[in-house]
Structure formats: structure tokens, C-alpha cells
């Protein structure tokens, strides 16, 4: 073997193996990496970026580390709508992917994998089928899109995001909590479907592992000492009809004392439970109105949030809470010693105490002389210290609504924001502050306002400009060559 | 300035050059000789460090070829068989990127350039596009190129190869002037080409390298030699072929009283020859010196060899 | 570095000097067109995810016709040998003409920013999402350009040479599509391969890390490849 061959052999032998060592560190390089990978969200609606709850709940599921399997079908094909629908599912399945490696999430077209599709018994196009274990969840298509405004402006949301998050709270459920409704006065019954029920409540929170239970503290004691359940999570009074029974008063207020949250929904010219006095709780006379409302209903004002971990999730979304019929309340100034309370819910600048008066056009004005003048608070929040008296162990929580109805059936699912706010309530109630978040956070398509008469001229602009330009330079560089 | 070493480059069973030994010195001008096909581009590419021998070893100012291409390459301009042009590019653009490629920028790189293009005769040349000219001015262009970097050594593979004859006349004169100061290789199949500008030679055919030397050396190579033509009447040829000094004499025909010689001499024998014919009373009507020509002693090299 | 720029203005030069930078820009342009025509009426919706997605593809079939002729071309014409005679690092003639064909696609996707505002006129586009879309077809060219490149420095005929580029390239697009083929942990194991799946986020408006890498990547492996082939004329 001559020197130059061995030269030439060593060069190429060595370039080779450079070329083949290069792709293995990309490759190496890859594997490495990925479980560093950074993700930054240029969208404005940062649509790609799984919610905090959402998130908070995968880590969960990692730790327990059983595997969650996701599969979303795809929509009947259609028009437009199944071209957003699949797109909006496949992109939530990819987010969910990425972002655990204990949930694994696929995108599944129904038409073409049936065999995917009998094995789960999935018969319905857009379901969505969530496993963990044994467990498993289905998500409908009315779980996960929802169609809002009219004509024109009729839009779809894409509700899947929320849809799955409480499906991962409904696998996750080994520690649920018991949440008791009081009854026996009137009060709202947490069975009952009816608009005055709190059935939709009891849904809700059993998403979130709490069980909703009826409280009736007379009859649930079979004639021993009546007292609050010790499994109680926190004990709701919602709209009672007659006043509560100094007995049953006193025992919510040692159950308030051992550390015991309650919840109270009062509504406007109704019976107002003497231990409000105990928190320095005043409910005025009148009902809170304003100028800014849902309309066409004049006893519908549109709360404003205030700065507090409840509402916190639903001003940045600003999703609106209904409510209708809202009593005003007061809370004491200065305030009790030991009670620290906070506005949950208020009027704008223009709202007011409506106390009577003439109604003009069938609604009612602010009339100085004798309504007050907002803003009126529509919902509070007590905490009380051991320097209250009221407490005997750590911090007693208390939330009193003006309004029973924004957590009936009749406007819980209709509003917007009620669901968050009702859920987010209990949790902040029972101490789960760091579970509050907004529950449903809905994405909507930017749509084109164009007409046939818009596209037909444009057209010619997108199809034909580019093209003619690039031709017309071209055809100038060439003739200006030309003879040279 | 080059030096090669039994260089051997093979193209996969088939030898193109074949143990292949000499070396230039600086300022030498010398004209590669071959039928085509005998490896001249081959052995012009390798010395370019665009092709790899396949053995041996080349050197060019020093620098092995192999080892330090970026050295060579610096140092060796070079024109490829057909001149490297981008037919959509004008000539002045051209050059501008050839002095960008050999690392000339702003100032330097358009004095280059315009010097480059006083140098093969382009000026008022810059604006025509490459594609249009004809053969004799791409050659220049290509040329151009080759010396824009004033390089020690020019190798040109056929440069006059399809040029008309004034235009080879012309490429001729620019040769033997930039022979004047650098190395210059110059490979051809026309042998007055060399005849006209390299004082030395080298004949290659089949992949070998056959002979190498000056014109004069090659000559004597031939199988005729020198010889010289004399017309002499008065003499017999044994006459002369008895006189000291010459070798041998031939008849080579009778013209009246005439005879044709062909004389043949270890040294020139014309002086000789004169004197002898004065001393003796002979007749003396022509006496000439023959070379044979470089035709002879290509086909004469070659075939005796191959 | 100063190569790569004398590189990357001669290609330049010679893209457009010539016809088929020009004819290139508008059959181009006129596919864009229709893309984006046909995306606003299918969807009616203010983004340029049809138009970014099928562009990507369709750049697989583009790109190499743009890059084919660079290595092809030259060696035809002979002035690969002035190119590889010169004085001038091989690298630096590789990520010249790379860097020039990325240079005529960034002119060819500057040609479509007609659509962004014609979105913007009728409707009110994400522009975080179209920003991220042109990057992800910015970064779509950078890498066929590499590997066009490398099919154009193996093969001397230049329709080969786009024909073998797209060969090279669909590879990587159907791998996304694997799924329905090949067991699921195959297909989970190869789709980090895949094209699709690493443009996906840059269509929703999602810069990724791995996205980035993997780009990076390619190209950098196709134009080390160019590199080492021309190369292995000096030791072959």
C-alpha cells in the first residue's frame, strides 16, 4: 500500500465516520434536549398554553404516575365547522401531550379507525374517551363546543380544555369532601332540578370532588343532640325561607368555631339569619340595581369583580357572573375586632340601593332623595381571627351572597362565570385556595368579515398580483440583457 | 517551483497517468505535448488540486498538494480546458467575484480587475454578458481569471484550443509575455504552439511521459536526427564521405551534373565541407542544415515507443 | 466569512440576472394565492394555517427545482473547477449558495405578506400566530434548502438532482403519517423525524425549543453532508 493511498484512505475513513459520528449527535442531541423543552406562545389568546389548573392537575397525575390515556375522535366531516372542530381537538390533544409524559393524548379520525373506535365503544363522532386505570370518562361534543351569539356574530367556543380538566378531577376522585346544604327552612334544595335547585351546584362540585348533601340538623339527629356532621368540608345556607331556629343557629356557630366555614345566599326583602349580626353583617333594605345590566332585565346588574383570590381567575378572563334580585350588604365600619372582611362582588360607580320610588318606562332610576348611592356590595367574604370570639381554632371562614340565584339551576350554567365563581367560592371556603381557577376557559375563531362581492375581488388581488408583478420585473431584467 | 513524483492517477481499471517524475523550476515555461486523451488534463488538474492522484506525490512552490491545497491553490492561477464561465454574469462582474474568490476586496479588488483586463485587452469589455461572447474573448475572460491574483505559476490546458488564427496569434503573444515572468504550463496538441513559446517540453502519451527537454533536445530525438543537404557535382559521395568529420553520406539523387546528399556528422560539418570543396575544385551549389521537425519527432517518440 | 458573502452575492446575482428567479417568483406566488384563496373560503377564518401548512408541503416539490441547479450546474459548465481551485475554504462555497437560496425564499415568502394584510383588512388576525407561522416557513426553507443542496453536489444532472432532493425530502413528511402503518410504538419512536409534527407548533403560534433544534439540526446535518461530498472529490 502506497503512502498517498494510505493518506487517501485515512482522509475519507475519517470523513465517513465524522459524517456518520454528526448524525448520531443529532440525533443524541435530540434525546437529550427534549426533556428540557421551552415553549413560548406568541398567540394572542396564548391558546397553546394549558391552564394553571390544568397543569396543576397533570402534575398530580404524574405523581401517581398511572398512565392517562386521552383519545379524541374526530368531528363529522363538514363544512367549516368540523375543519375548526378537529383543529381545535388535535391542538388540545398535542398540548396535553407535550405537556405530561404520563398522559398520553391522540387524535383519532373516526372515519378512518374504526377499529379504534369499537374497541372503546365509541359509536358518537367528536367523542372524547379519557382513561386513567380502570377509570374512564367520556366528553360529548356538547362537553366541549358550545355556540354563542346570533347570525352574524354567532360563534363557536371550544370548551375542551375545561371539559377535560374536570373529567382529570373526576378520575382523580379518591378524597372527596362533603359539602352540606342546609335545609328545613325553605332553603334551596341541592336535589332538586328545579330552577331553584342546587342540582347543577352538586354536579359541579362532584367534578371537583366535593359531594353536595342536604342538612337537615333537626331531623338527621333521630332524636339524639343535633350537631353539624365531623365529615363537613363546610356547611351552605342558601335563600332560607323561614328564620333559622336559635338552635341551629348556635350550631353553626360552634361549628364555625371549630374551624367550621359556612356560606350564606340571601336574597332581597327575604329572611336574614340573625348571626349576620354576630359577623357585622348588615343586609339594608332595597335591592342593588345599576345602570350597567344584563339586558332586558332591569334586576340584573353586571357585578364587577373585586381584587380577591376568588374572583381573580374570572376578571383576567372576564368571564361575567349573572345574578338576579341582589340584596345589598354592609359590612360593619370600623370593622368587629378580629373580622377581617373583604368585597367579593360590587356595583360600578353608577349602581345604587333601590328603595321604592317611581319607576319610569318600567324601569327603575336612581332617585337621590331616597335610594343609596353605589357602589353596592353584591357579596363579601368574612375572616375571622381568635380576637373575634368567634373562633376557637385557626381562622374561620365565612362568604355571604346577596343573591341565591347565581347559584341556582336557573343561572349557574347560563352565566358565563357562575360555575368558577360558585366552585372557586367553596374551595377558597374549605382552604383549597391553591385549586381556584377559572373552570372553563372558552376559545372562539377569528373570523373574515367578507362577503361573495369582497372574495370575488379579492381574488384577482391574491391570485393574480403577486404572480403578474414577479413576471412583469422579470420580463424588464431580461430585455434590459437582451443585445448585450 | 513543481515537483512531481512518480504521479499515478487511475480512474478506476483504466490508467490515465502512469508513473509520471519531473520538475519545473521557477520562471520555466513549459509546453505539455500529447495526442488527446494522453492524461495532459488529468496531471493539469491534479497539479490544480482539483483532482486526488492516485499515487505519488506533487508539490507546487514547496507545498504538497495533498497536504496544504489552500497554499497551492493560493499560488497556481488556472484555465481550465473550457474557459469556467457563468454565461448569465457580465464580464465585469465575473472578474470582480474571480478577485473576491482569491480574497481581493473594494479598492485592491477593482484595481486587480482592471489591470487583469488591460492585460488580455477586455477594456470596454465589462458590461457584455458572458453567454454572448465569442470563443476568442471568453479564452481571454478565462484567462483573466486565471491572473487576477498574479499567481507564481499559470497552468493553461489548451488555451488556444478553437480560436481562430488571429486570435491564436494574439493569445500567443499574451502567453509569451506573462512567460516572461512566472512559471507557465501549458498543455496543447498543436506542436508549433510549444515550437512558438516554450523553450521546453514534455511529451505525453498514453498516460506516460515519453520525453522532456528543450526543442533542440527533442529534436535529436527524432530518428532522423540532424542531418545536412549538400548539392555537389565534381564528387563522388564515397568522396566525401571519406573526408574526417563526417559520419556517413547517402545518395539521395542526381540532378544533371548534381548529385544530392544527405550527410549525416557527430558535429556540423558545413565549414568542413566548404573548405574540402575549395581545396578539391568541387562544385558546391547548396549545403543546408536539416532539422528534423517537432512533427517527426512526436510521431517518431511515440510510435517508437508505442 | 467573507467567502460566504462573495458566494452568497454571486448566487444571488445570478438567480436574478436570469429568468428563472422571476418565473420561479411568480408560479410561487400563484400557488400561495391559491392556497390562501381557497383557505379563506373553505374556513372563512382570519389565519394563514391552511395557507403556512400547505405551503410547507409544497415547498418539499419547490425547493430542490430552486437548489438543484447550484453544484449540478456548475460542474457542467466547468466553473466548479475555477470554485474548487480557488483559494476559498469548501465550506464557505456551501453555506454561500445555502445561504443565497434561503435569501430568494425569504424574497418569495415577502411576496405573500400581500395576504396578512389583506387578513388585517377584513378581519383582525393573530399576529403572534402569522409571525410564528412565516418562521416556521422560513425555517421549513432553510432546511430543504440544505438538503436540495445536497442532492444537487452528488448528482451532475440537474433534473436528477431535483428529483433526488424531493426524494430525500417526502421521507420526512410521510414518517408523520406512520402511524396509520406501523405499530404505535414504531410510529411514537419516528415522529420526532417527522416534519409535520415540528411545524405544528409553529402554525399554532408556539415557539418549541425542540422544533428549533430539530431544524437547526437538519440543516446543519444536510449541509455538512454537501460539504463532505463535495469534499470527498480531494481523497475518492
Same mark, same amino acid.
Given at each position: 500500500?502506497?503512502?498517498?493511498?494510505?493518506?487517501?484512505?485515512?482522509?475519507?475513513?475519517?470523513?465517513?465516520?465524522?459524517?456518520?459520528?454528526?448524525?448520531?449527535?443529532?440525533?443524541?442531541?435530540?434525546?437529550?434536549?427534549?426533556?428540557?423543552?421551552?415553549?413560548?406562545?406568541?398567540?394572542?389568546?396564548?391558546?397553546?398554553?394549558?391552564?394553571?389548573?390544568?397543569?396543576?392537575?397533570?402534575?398530580?397525575?404524574?405523581?401517581?404516575?398511572?398512565?392517562?390515556?386521552?383519545?379524541?375522535?374526530?368531528?363529522?366531516?363538514?363544512?367549516?365547522?368540523?375543519?375548526?372542530?378537529?383543529?381545535?381537538?388535535?391542538?388540545?390533544?398535542?398540548?396535553?401531550?407535550?405537556?405530561?409524559?404520563?398522559?398520553?393524548?391522540?387524535?383519532?379520525?373516526?372515519?378512518?379507525?374504526?377499529?379504534?373506535?369499537?374497541?372503546?365503544?365509541?359509536?358518537?363522532?367528536?367523542?372524547?374517551?379519557?382513561?386513567?386505570?380502570?377509570?374512564?370518562?367520556?366528553?360529548?361534543?356538547?362537553?366541549?363546543?358550545?355556540?354563542?351569539?346570533?347570525?352574524?356574530?354567532?360563534?363557536?367556543?371550544?370548551?375542551?380544555?375545561?371539559?377535560?380538566?374536570?373529567?382529570?378531577?373526576?378520575?382523580?376522585?379518591?378524597?372527596?369532601?362533603?359539602?352540606?346544604?342546609?335545609?328545613?327552612?325553605?332553603?334551596?334544595?341541592?336535589?332538586?332540578?328545579?330552577?331553584?335547585?342546587?342540582?347543577?351546584?352538586?354536579?359541579?362540585?362532584?367534578?371537583?370532588?366535593?359531594?353536595?348533601?342536604?342538612?337537615?340538623?333537626?331531623?338527621?339527629?333521630?332524636?339524639?343532640?343535633?350537631?353539624?356532621?365531623?365529615?363537613?368540608?363546610?356547611?351552605?345556607?342558601?335563600?332560607?325561607?323561614?328564620?333559622?331556629?336559635?338552635?341551629?343557629?348556635?350550631?353553626?356557630?360552634?361549628?364555625?368555631?371549630?374551624?367550621?366555614?359556612?356560606?350564606?345566599?340571601?336574597?332581597?326583602?327575604?329572611?336574614?339569619?340573625?348571626?349576620?349580626?354576630?359577623?357585622?353583617?348588615?343586609?339594608?333594605?332595597?335591592?342593588?340595581?345599576?345602570?350597567?345590566?344584563?339586558?332586558?332585565?332591569?334586576?340584573?346588574?353586571?357585578?364587577?369583580?373585586?381584587?380577591?383570590?376568588?374572583?381573580?381567575?374570572?376578571?383576567?378572563?372576564?368571564?361575567?357572573?349573572?345574578?338576579?334580585?341582589?340584596?345589598?350588604?354592609?359590612?360593619?365600619?370600623?370593622?368587629?375586632?378580629?373580622?377581617?372582611?373583604?368585597?367579593?362582588?360590587?356595583?360600578?360607580?353608577?349602581?345604587?340601593?333601590?328603595?321604592?320610588?317611581?319607576?319610569?318606562?318600567?324601569?327603575?332610576?336612581?332617585?337621590?332623595?331616597?335610594?343609596?348611592?353605589?357602589?353596592?356590595?353584591?357579596?363579601?367574604?368574612?375572616?375571622?381571627?381568635?380576637?373575634?370570639?368567634?373562633?376557637?381554632?385557626?381562622?374561620?371562614?365565612?362568604?355571604?351572597?346577596?343573591?341565591?340565584?347565581?347559584?341556582?339551576?336557573?343561572?349557574?350554567?347560563?352565566?358565563?362565570?357562575?360555575?368558577?365563581?360558585?366552585?372557586?367560592?367553596?374551595?377558597?371556603?374549605?382552604?383549597?385556595?391553591?385549586?381556584?381557577?377559572?373552570?372553563?376557559?372558552?376559545?372562539?375563531?377569528?373570523?373574515?368579515?367578507?362577503?361573495?362581492?369582497?372574495?370575488?375581488?379579492?381574488?384577482?388581488?391574491?391570485?393574480?398580483?403577486?404572480?403578474?408583478?414577479?413576471?412583469?420585473?422579470?420580463?424588464?431584467?431580461?430585455?434590459?440583457?437582451?443585445?448585450? | 517551483?513543481?515537483?512531481?513524483?512518480?504521479?499515478?492517477?487511475?480512474? !478506476?481499471?483504466?490508467?490515465?497517468?502512469?508513473?509520471?517524475?519531473?520538475?519545473?523550476?521557477?520562471?520555466?515555461?513549459?509546453?505539455?505535448?500529447?495526442?488527446?486523451?494522453?492524461?495532459?488534463?488529468?496531471?493539469?488538474?491534479?497539479?490544480?488540486?482539483?483532482?486526488?492522484?492516485?499515487?505519488?506525490?506533487?508539490?507546487?512552490?514547496?507545498?504538497?498538494?495533498?497536504?496544504?491545497?489552500?497554499?497551492?491553490?493560493?499560488?497556481?492561477?488556472?484555465?481550465?480546458?473550457?474557459?469556467?464561465?457563468?454565461?448569465?454574469?457580465?464580464?465585469?462582474?465575473?472578474?470582480?467575484?474571480?478577485?473576491?474568490?482569491?480574497?481581493?476586496?473594494?479598492?485592491?479588488?477593482?484595481?486587480?480587475?482592471?489591470?487583469?483586463?488591460?492585460?488580455?485587452?477586455?477594456?470596454?469589455?465589462?458590461?457584455?454578458?458572458?453567454?454572448?461572447?465569442?470563443?476568442?474573448?471568453?479564452?481571454?475572460?478565462?484567462?483573466?481569471?486565471?491572473?487576477?491574483?498574479?499567481?507564481?505559476?499559470?497552468?493553461?490546458?489548451?488555451?488556444?484550443?478553437?480560436?481562430?488564427?488571429?486570435?491564436?496569434? !494574439?493569445?500567443?503573444?499574451?502567453?509569451?509575455?506573462?512567460?516572461?515572468?512566472?512559471?507557465?504550463?501549458?498543455?496543447?496538441?498543436?506542436?508549433?504552439?510549444?515550437?512558438?513559446?516554450?523553450?521546453?517540453?514534455?511529451?505525453?502519451?498514453?498516460?506516460?511521459?515519453?520525453?522532456? !527537454?528543450?526543442?533542440?533536445?527533442?529534436?535529436?530525438?527524432?530518428?532522423?536526427?540532424?542531418?545536412?543537404?549538400?548539392?555537389?557535382?565534381?564528387?563522388?559521395?564515397?568522396?566525401?564521405?571519406?573526408?574526417?568529420?563526417?559520419?556517413?553520406?547517402?545518395?539521395?539523387?542526381?540532378?544533371?551534373?548534381?548529385?544530392?546528399?544527405?550527410?549525416?556528422?557527430?558535429?556540423?560539418?558545413?565549414?568542413?565541407?566548404?573548405?574540402?570543396?575549395?581545396?578539391?575544385?568541387?562544385?558546391?551549389?547548396?549545403?543546408?542544415?536539416?532539422?528534423?521537425?517537432?512533427?517527426?519527432?512526436?510521431?517518431?517518440?511515440?510510435?517508437?515507443? !508505442? | 466569512? &467573507?467567502?460566504?458573502?462573495?458566494?452568497? &452575492? &454571486?448566487?444571488?446575482?445570478?438567480?436574478?440576472?436570469?429568468?428563472?428567479?422571476?418565473?420561479?417568483?411568480?408560479?410561487?406566488?400563484?400557488?400561495?394565492?391559491?392556497?390562501?384563496?381557497?383557505?379563506?373560503?373553505?374556513?372563512?377564518?382570519?389565519?394563514?394555517?391552511?395557507?403556512?401548512?400547505?405551503?410547507?408541503?409544497?415547498?418539499?416539490?419547490?425547493?430542490?427545482?430552486?437548489?438543484?441547479?447550484?453544484?449540478?450546474?456548475?460542474?457542467?459548465?466547468?466553473?466548479?473547477?475555477?470554485?474548487?481551485?480557488?483559494?476559498?475554504?469548501?465550506?464557505?462555497?456551501?453555506?454561500?449558495?445555502?445561504?443565497?437560496?434561503?435569501?430568494?425564499?425569504?424574497?418569495?415568502?415577502?411576496?405573500?405578506?400581500?395576504?396578512?394584510?389583506?387578513?388585517?383588512?377584513?378581519?383582525?388576525?393573530?399576529?403572534?400566530?402569522?409571525?410564528?407561522?412565516?418562521?416556521?416557513?422560513?425555517?421549513?426553507?432553510?432546511?430543504?434548502?440544505?438538503?436540495?443542496?445536497?442532492?444537487?453536489?452528488?448528482?451532475?444532472?440537474?433534473?436528477?438532482?431535483?428529483?433526488?432532493?424531493?426524494?430525500?425530502?417526502?421521507?420526512?413528511?410521510?414518517?408523520?403519517?406512520?402511524?396509520?402503518?406501523?405499530?404505535?410504538?414504531?410510529?411514537?419512536?419516528?415522529?420526532?423525524?417527522?416534519?409535520?409534527?415540528?411545524?405544528?407548533?409553529?402554525?399554532?403560534?408556539?415557539?418549541?425549543?425542540?422544533?428549533?433544534?430539530?431544524?437547526?439540526?437538519?440543516?446543519?446535518?444536510?449541509?455538512?453532508?454537501?460539504?463532505?461530498?463535495?469534499?470527498?472529490?480531494?481523497?475518492?
Amino acid at each position: 500500500m502506497n503512502r498517498n493511498l494510505q493518506r487517501r484512505l485515512a482522509t475519507g475513513s475519517n470523513a465517513a465516520l465524522v459524517a456518520v459520528i454528526m448524525v448520531l449527535i443529532v440525533v443524541f442531541g435530540y434525546v437529550l434536549l427534549e426533556p428540557f423543552r421551552i415553549r413560548v406562545d406568541f398567540s394572542a389568546t396564548q391558546s397553546s398554553r394549558l391552564m394553571e389548573d390544568t397543569q396543576n392537575k397533570l402534575r398530580i397525575l404524574e405523581k401517581d404516575a398511572i398512565p392517562v390515556k386521552i383519545t379524541a375522535f374526530s368531528a363529522q366531516e363538514g363544512k367549516k365547522e368540523a375543519y375548526f372542530k378537529n383543529r381545535q381537538l388535535q391542538d388540545l390533544v398535542e398540548e396535553i401531550d407535550y405537556a405530561s409524559s404520563v398522559v398520553e393524548a391522540e387524535f383519532v379520525d373516526f372515519d378512518r379507525e374504526r377499529l379504534t373506535a369499537e374497541n372503546l365503544g365509541v359509536t358518537e363522532y367528536g367523542t372524547v374517551v379519557i382513561q386513567r386505570g380502570e377509570q374512564r370518562v367520556d366528553l360529548k361534543d356538547r362537553d366541549l363546543f358550545r355556540h354563542v351569539g346570533k347570525g352574524a356574530d354567532r360563534a363557536m367556543e371550544f370548551l375542551g380544555e375545561a371539559s377535560v380538566n374536570r373529567a382529570f378531577s373526576q378520575l382523580m376522585a379518591n378524597n372527596t369532601r362533603v359539602v352540606y346544604a342546609l335545609v328545613g327552612h325553605g332553603e334551596m334544595n341541592p336535589e332538586s332540578r328545579e330552577p331553584d335547585g342546587l342540582s347543577d351546584l352538586g354536579k359541579a362540585l362532584d367534578q371537583e370532588h366535593y359531594e353536595l348533601k342536604r342538612l337537615d340538623l333537626v331531623r338527621d339527629a333521630k332524636g339524639g343532640v343535633p350537631q353539624v356532621p365531623e365529615d363537613a368540608a363546610a356547611v351552605i345556607v342558601v335563600r332560607p325561607r323561614v328564620q333559622i331556629p336559635a338552635l341551629e343557629q348556635e350550631l353553626l356557630l360552634a361549628y364555625l368555631s371549630a374551624g367550621g366555614p359556612l356560606l350564606f345566599a340571601v336574597d332581597p326583602g327575604g329572611v336574614i339569619p340573625e348571626i349576620f349580626g354576630r359577623f357585622g353583617v348588615a343586609v339594608p333594605e332595597g335591592m342593588v340595581l345599576d345602570k350597567l345590566l344584563v339586558f332586558p332585565f332591569p334586576d340584573r346588574p353586571v357585578p364587577r369583580y373585586r381584587n380577591h383570590p376568588i374572583t381573580e381567575a374570572l376578571a383576567s378572563e372576564t368571564l361575567v357572573t349573572l345574578v338576579s334580585g341582589v340584596a345589598p350588604l354592609q359590612a360593619a365600619v370600623p370593622p368587629r375586632e378580629g373580622i377581617r372582611s373583604a368585597t367579593l362582588l360590587e356595583t360600578s360607580r353608577d349602581g345604587w340601593i333601590e328603595r321604592g320610588g317611581e319607576l319610569k318606562g318600567g324601569n327603575a332610576l336612581f332617585q337621590p332623595e331616597i335610594d343609596a348611592a353605589g357602589p353596592a356590595t353584591m357579596a363579601l367574604t368574612l375572616e375571622l381571627g381568635r380576637d373575634s370570639g368567634l373562633v376557637n381554632r385557626g381562622q374561620g371562614r365565612v362568604i355571604v351572597l346577596g343573591d341565591s340565584d347565581m347559584l341556582s339551576n336557573s343561572l349557574l350554567t347560563e352565566g358565563p362565570g357562575n360555575l368558577s365563581f360558585g366552585v372557586n367560592a367553596l374551595r377558597w371556603l374549605v382552604g383549597d385556595d391553591g385549586r381556584l381557577s377559572v373552570s372553563g376557559r372558552p376559545s372562539a375563531v377569528r373570523k373574515l368579515a367578507l362577503t361573495e362581492e369582497d372574495l370575488g375581488q379579492l381574488r384577482w388581488v391574491v391570485i393574480g398580483l403577486g404572480p403578474l408583478l414577479a413576471m412583469m420585473v422579470g420580463a424588464a431584467v431580461w430585455s434590459s440583457r437582451r443585445g448585450r | 517551483m513543481i515537483d512531481v513524483q512518480h504521479l499515478t492517477k487511475s480512474y !478506476g481499471p483504466r490508467l490515465a497517468v502512469d508513473d509520471v517524475s519531473f520538475s519545473i523550476g521557477k520562471g520555466e515555461v513549459v509546453g505539455f505535448l500529447g495526442p488527446n486523451g494522453a492524461g495532459k488534463t488529468t496531471t493539469m488538474r491534479i497539479l490544480t488540486g482539483f483532482l486526488p492522484a492516485t499515487g505519488g506525490d506533487v508539490k507546487v512552490a514547496g507545498f504538497d498538494v495533498f497536504d496544504e491545497p489552500m497554499q497551492v491553490k493560493r499560488r497556481v492561477g488556472y484555465l481550465p480546458e473550457s474557459p469556467p464561465l457563468y454565461p448569465e454574469l457580465t464580464v465585469g462582474t465575473y472578474l470582480e467575484f474571480a478577485a473576491e474568490l482569491r480574497g481581493f476586496y473594494g479598492k485592491e479588488r477593482l484595481k486587480r480587475v482592471g489591470r487583469v483586463m488591460e492585460q488580455v485587452g477586455l477594456v470596454g469589455w465589462e458590461g457584455r454578458v458572458l453567454g454572448s461572447l465569442s470563443k476568442g474573448y471568453r479564452q481571454r475572460v478565462g484567462l483573466a481569471q486565471a491572473l487576477v491574483h498574479e499567481p507564481e505559476v499559470l497552468i493553461l490546458d489548451e488555451p488556444t484550443s478553437g480560436l481562430d488564427p488571429t486570435q491564436v496569434m !494574439g493569445m500567443r503573444e499574451l502567453m509569451r509575455e506573462l512567460a516572461a515572468t512566472r512559471t507557465v504550463i501549458l498543455s496543447t496538441h498543436i506542436l508549433g504552439e510549444v515550437e512558438a513559446i516554450c523553450p521546453r517540453a514534455m511529451l505525453i502519451a498514453g498516460g506516460k511521459l515519453r520525453a522532456s !527537454g528543450t526543442i533542440a533536445e527533442l529534436r535529436e530525438q527524432a530518428p532522423g536526427g540532424v542531418w545536412y543537404y549538400l548539392e555537389v557535382a565534381g564528387a563522388q559521395d564515397r568522396e566525401v564521405g571519406a573526408l574526417a568529420g563526417v559520419q556517413m553520406v547517402e545518395p539521395l539523387g542526381i540532378d544533371g551534373d548534381f548529385a544530392k546528399l544527405r550527410v549525416r556528422a557527430p558535429a556540423d560539418p558545413r565549414e568542413l565541407l566548404f573548405r574540402a570543396a575549395a581545396a578539391k575544385g568541387w562544385r558546391v551549389r547548396a549545403l543546408e542544415q536539416r532539422l528534423p521537425s517537432l512533427e517527426e519527432a512526436f510521431i517518431g517518440i511515440v510510435g517508437r515507443e !508505442g | 466569512m &467573507k467567502f460566504v458573502f462573495t458566494m452568497w &452575492k &454571486k448566487e444571488l446575482r445570478s438567480y436574478f440576472v436570469s429568468p428563472i428567479a422571476y418565473v420561479f417568483l411568480a408560479a410561487y406566488l400563484l400557488i400561495a394565492g391559491l392556497f390562501f384563496y381557497l383557505g379563506v373560503t373553505l374556513t372563512g377564518e382570519a389565519s394563514l394555517r391552511v395557507l403556512a401548512g400547505n405551503l410547507a408541503i409544497t415547498q418539499i416539490f419547490v425547493l430542490p427545482m430552486l437548489t438543484m441547479r447550484h453544484f449540478a450546474e456548475e460542474r457542467r459548465q466547468g466553473t466548479l473547477e475555477m470554485l474548487l481551485t480557488a483559494p476559498i475554504p469548501l465550506w464557505a462555497i456551501v453555506v454561500g449558495k445555502w445561504a443565497a437560496s434561503v435569501t430568494l425564499c425569504a424574497i418569495m415568502f415577502a411576496g405573500t405578506l400581500v395576504f396578512p394584510a389583506v387578513l388585517a383588512y377584513y378581519g383582525d388576525p393573530d399576529w403572534g400566530v402569522m409571525l410564528t407561522s412565516y418562521l416556521g416557513l422560513f425555517a421549513v426553507a432553510c432546511a430543504f434548502c440544505a438538503a436540495g443542496l445536497f442532492s444537487s453536489s452528488l448528482l451532475d444532472d440537474q433534473m436528477a438532482a431535483g428529483l433526488i432532493g424531493a426524494v430525500i425530502l417526502v421521507p420526512f413528511w410521510l414518517v408523520g403519517r406512520a402511524e396509520a402503518l406501523v405499530p404505535d410504538e414504531w410510529a411514537d419512536r419516528v415522529r420526532p423525524l417527522s416534519l409535520l409534527y415540528h411545524l405544528d407548533s409553529f402554525n399554532r403560534g408556539v415557539l418549541d425549543s425542540m422544533d428549533i433544534y430539530y431544524f437547526v439540526a437538519f440543516t446543519a446535518v444536510f449541509l455538512f453532508l454537501t460539504f463532505r461530498s463535495l469534499e470527498s472529490r480531494r481523497w475518492r
